[in-house]
């Protein structure tokens, strides 16, 4: 009897279905996830790109304010590293490097 139907076919069918149904929502979600994802790295990419810009003001600002002259050695450098300078002795210090 070739023309017998298998019922049992059916129904495993119908499961794989179902489950291709959930891998396609399941797609569809991580779709969406990703388009999300990539529009925040376009956004940070932005960003980071406007902090570089803003940097580069703010270290060309620093170097118009200091001498060309302003020079620290090896060994200072070491000092102020090892003891640590606050913002506001450092800036003491200026005015009174300027005059040396």
């Known amino acids: 009897m070739p023309n017998e139907v ?3 076919q059916k129904l495993e069918l119908r499961d794989n279905l179902e489950r291709l149904q959930q891998l396609e929502a399941e797609r569809q979600q991580w779709k969406q996830v990703c388009k999300e994802v ?3 790295r376009d956004r940070l ?3 980071v790109a406007k ?3 803003e940097r580069d003001q703010y270290l060309k600002s620093l170097y118009a304010l200091i001498p060309s ?3 620290f050695d090896e ?3 070491l000092t102020l ?3 640590g300078l606050t913002l506001d002795q ?3 210090q200026l005015p009174t490097a300027r005059g040396a």
């Open 38 to 40: 990539t529009e925040e």
């Open 81 to 83: 590293e090892q003891n």
């Open 51 to 53: 902090l570089r810009s």
């Open 6 to 8: 298998d019922l049992a």
């Open 69 to 71: 002259q302003f020079t």
């Open 45 to 47: 990419r932005a960003e």
């Open 75 to 77: 060994q200072e450098l």
């Open 90 to 92: 450092i800036m003491e």
